[in-house]
């Protein structure tokens, strides 16, 4: 039972960070990054590489973030000054293309069969059901980590800054050129987050393949960022939480349903999130945290 | 080469049917389908039902696949973006995103996953002046022509089609002249639908059908609507065609498999050079 | 007095939180030009997208010749026979002249065979517009999309055109032919609303002066009382004393 729990919290941990980083990226800062998923898997291979090459902990969870952040800016970098749909349809491009070069490098990462056996970390220290508690330990430790600092980001001027860019256009035309490294180094910001993810997702499961990384993702954080109230990164805490809380939960729809395939009880959880996902934008835009998030901002702006 | 090119303007015809839906429901409903590939698949499996289950031939499985995407379309419509009205263009494309799951799973729920086929006989590729043309070809060829020239003719020659590009162009103004957007965008719906089950069909007579083939087809299509200018259908057909035949040309030099990277490529030089599209002056805009 | 073409009372409308046009009430009688004047940022553009439908009114009536057309969507009150000219975007400019006209046309007025009078007759006013059909509406300079765009509103033959700041942005050649042409469709008889910061231009061919500031209607009268009021000043602002001018 702990080891289930555990389980489930590590997995809802590491789509809270895939969240928290795409509250930062659009939440704050207004950039549609639909291709997320291309980001989370980049750094999660990255991870996986470094540490099935003999690299320790931290150099594996470096390298992870120096590849999340290095990706971002450079596509930042180059699109930035697109409209929200290009920007879009940019970052899922991208993605796609990273999906591509994961099909087909096999030499470096196993094409379809993926990498298996990636080296947990810290298992030299304990094992069996005492390490999955040491694992969600340290996840939980390095998400309070992210957190803390994108809420740092968030209150610093930085984030007043962002937020005003996102909301007046007349903010952004007096700042002129600034705009564009702003929205650099937001977008890097949240890279450095998706690096985390990447890492706890890759050596968590030992396993990684292509298929681990795909629009549901997207989807995900989405819906996430959506329910906790886009910007506000307390509220985003509960929307992460109760999103994936309710998607696990969708797993025991088989049980419920034992007339189904395998096969079809995925696809039938697919389904409710696609619908979930229609149903928060058209009954609660702005989240079921409003009240919070108006307090926050109240908070910001004197 | 010559065969070359004769491929990649066939895959490109085949790009340009969809790209032209995914164009017409840019401009009239401003924002990216990005479930315009389930909605492909979708098509391709209602053909598939009528087809392999029903047993009706290909031809009236895909006419029943046009009508059915269509009443799937408006329902959609319906239920998700009438709702969403006005919302700014980010939810509609989150939406998008909603609808895309919906549709795709599905299909994997009463089809499965298993790669299927039509009930079609494959003749063997004629010889014609040294080129290699199969059937698949000639037909995608006809039908991707005949169907360009009737959306043509719609968008140019008819009140609805002018009305669908007042609306692209100026809502509000369409609203004053007395057009009905409900209305304009319920036929952009059915013509959306038609062509993609059409591309639907076409794509799983040539290749395989499965739950994926039209997401597959998602980043050429975007390439394709992009390179013609966002909310230019005809400029979208041009776009599909280039990509076609770039795509085909890529392949002397990559791997097959990075087939896909072109329309990467192509979407990013686009969208840093010329973000208006190819075909000149930009779009004027509202 | 007979009945008034347009009767609006109690209008209140607006984007956001709050409205920007507040408690509005006047009346445009049959067969005359009356012209909405006012500060910046008073309301005026908002009021006339309410009243064309544009802007749902949050509450108040609007009616039209008799009808009661408040709450109608924006397509059925052009049937109506409410005709508008937008202050700016008032052309499909991707499309060309001749097909903006034939839009202008088809779908209000229920007869297709009219539709070459009627292009006739704005092709009278407008001479420029003639042989250029096929133009792009956005390649036309400034002045000749304004011709264009209060072209297109006269297709139908319109029982009330509003016009929103038609002399608005053209050189002073064309402020001059605008307003003969709002002249000369009022006299082929179509009663016009027009919003108008050339004041002195426009009272010269109104017959009634509407004032609005601050989303508020501070005063209707006869366009030439208007001009000889001492303090004009004072109805901009509102004082209070000028509020007995209502109704003419
Ligand atoms: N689309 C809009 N959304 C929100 N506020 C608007 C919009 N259009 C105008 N406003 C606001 O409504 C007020 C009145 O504007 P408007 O009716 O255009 O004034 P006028 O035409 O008298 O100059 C202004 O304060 C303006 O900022
Ligand atoms: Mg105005």
């Known amino acids: 039972m702990i080891g289930y729990l555990t389980a489930i919290l590590v997995v809802v941990l590491i789509s809270a960070l895939v969240a928290l980083a795409l509250n930062l990226q659009w939440g704050q800062a207004g950039m549609v990054n639909f291709g997320i998923f291309g980001f989370f898997a980049a750094t999660s291979y990255v991870a996986a590489l470094s540490s099935l090459a003999g690299y320790p902990l931290l150099i ?10 290095a990706l971002s800016a450079l596509v930042a970098l180059v699109s930035a000054r697109l409209r929200e749909d290009y920007f879009a349809i940019a970052t899922l491009a991208f993605a796609e293309a990273v999906r591509l070069f ?54 610093s001027p930085f984030g007043r800054v962002l937020r005003a860019l996102r909301e007046d256009d007349l903010v952004a035309a007096t700042l002129g050129k600034h705009v564009l490294s702003f929205r650099i180094w937001a977008f890097s910001a ?14 968590y499961f030992g396993y990684i393949d292509p298929t681990q990384f795909g629009a549901f993702v997207t989807a995900y954080a989405f819906m996430a960022v959506i329910a906790g109230g886009r910007g506000s990164n307390t509220g985003l805490l509960f929307g992460a939480v109760s999103v994936m809380v309710l998607l696990e939960g969708t797993r025991f729809l088989k049980d419920l349903m034992p007339f189904l395939d395998a096969g079809q009880a995925a696809s039938l959880r697919l389904i409710l999130i696609g619908a979930g996902l229609i149903l928060l934008l058209i009954y609660k835009p702005q989240g079921f945290f409003r009240e919070h998030r108006l307090r926050v901002d109240k908070g910001d702006t004197k | 080469m010559l065969q070359i090119l004769l491929n990649g303007i066939v895959s490109g015809l085949l790009v340009a049917l969809p790209a032209v839906a995914l164009s017409l429901t840019y401009g009239v409903l401003n924002f990216p389908n990005f479930a315009i590939g389930s909605m492909i698949t979708f098509g391709a499996y209602i053909a598939l039902f009528f087809n392999v289950d029903i047993g009706v031939s290909l031809f009236v499985a895909a006419g029943l696949a046009a009508v059915g995407l269509a009443a799937v379309a408006l329902l959609i419509d319906r239920l998700v973006y009438r709702p969403l009205r006005g919302a ?130 998602v980043l050429p299509l975007f390439a394709a609507v992009i390179l013609g200018g966002i909310g230019n259908p005809l400029g979208a057909v041009l776009g599909a065609l280039i990509i076609g035949i770039v795509e085909e040309m890529a392949t002397l030099v990559l791997p097959t498999t990075y087939r896909q990277a072109v329309s990467f490529v192509i979407i990013v030089l686009v969208l840093l050079l010329r973000p208006h599209g190819l075909l000149g002056k930009p779009r004027i805009s509202r | 007095m007979t009945e008034p073409l347009l009767k609006v009372e109690k209008l209140c409308a607006g984007y956001g939180s709050g409205d920007i046009v507040k408690n509005a009430g006047f009346t445009v009688s049959e067969n005359g030009i009356s012209t909405i004047v006012g500060p910046n940022g008073a309301g005026k553009s908002t009021l006339i997208k309410a009243l064309v439908g544009l802007l749902t009114p949050r509450s108040g ?69 003639v042989g250029r059909e096929s133009d792009l509406a956005g390649n036309l300079s400034g ?48 009663c016009i609303l027009m919003i108008e910061q050339n004041v002195r231009e426009a009272m010269a061919i109104s017959e009634t002066a509407i004032v609005l500031a601050a989303g508020e209607i501070r005063a209707q009268m006869p366009a030439r009382e208007f001009m000889n009021h001492p303090d004009i000043h004072a109805l901009y602002m509102g004082a209070a004393s000028t509020r007995q001018q209502e109704g003419a």
């Open chain 2, 88 to 217: 700014d263009h980010v939810t509609l494309l989150v939406a998008s995103i909603g609808v895309y799951f919906v549709l795709e799973n599905v299909v994997r729920f009463l089809f499965g996953s298993d790669i299927r086929g039509y009930d079609v006989t494959v003749a063997r590729p004629h010889r014609w002046m040294g080129l290699r043309v199969n059937n698949e070809q000639i037909l995608i060829f006809v039908v991707a022509f005949l169907a360009m020239v009737i959306v043509w003719f719609i968008l140019m020659r008819t009140p609805f089609g002018r009305a669908m590009r007042a609306v692209s162009d100026n809502p509000d103004l369409a609203d004053v002249r007395g057009i009905s957007r409900n209305k304009v965008i319920a036929l952009v719906w059915v013509i959306a639908a038609a062509l993609c089950s059409t591309a639907g069909v076409l794509i799983g007579m040539d290749g395989i059908i499965d739950p994926l083939m039209g997401w597959n087809y």
């Open chain 1, 190 to 203: 949240g890279g450095a987050i998706l690096g985390v993810a990447g890492y706890l997702h890759s050596s």
């Open chain 1, 60 to 69: 594996s969870l470096v390298l992870a973030i120096l590849t999340g952040v």
């Open chain 1, 102 to 155: 994961l099909l087909n490098e096999t030499w470096l990462t196993g094409g379809a069969n993926g990498l298996p056996g990636i080296p947990r970390p810290l298992s030299a220290y304990s094992s069996g059901q005492s390490y999955e508690l040491l694992f969600f330990v340290m996840a939980l430790v390095l998400a309070a980590i992210c957190f803390a600092f994108a809420e740092a980001l968030t209150k």
């Open chain 3, 61 to 129: 009536s609007i009616i039209l010749a008799g009808k009661d057309v408040s709450k109608m969507n924006a397509p059925a009150k052009a049937r109506a026979g409410l005709g508008y000219v937008p202050q700016e975007h008032n052309v499909f400019r991707n499309l060309s002249i001749g097909e903006n006209m034939m839009l202008a046309y088809e779908f209000i007025a229920p007869d297709r065979a009219g539709f070459s009078a009627a292009r006739d007759r704005v092709f009278d006013i407008f001479p420029d517009l």
């Open chain 3, 143 to 190: 002045g000749q999309r304004q011709m264009l765009a209060f072209g297109c509103a006269l297709m139908p033959h319109p029982s009330l055109l509003l016009l929103d700041e038609p002399s608005a942005g053209l050189s002073p050649k064309y402020v001059e032919g605008m307003f003969a042409a709002v002249k000369a469709v009022n006299d082929a008889g179509v």
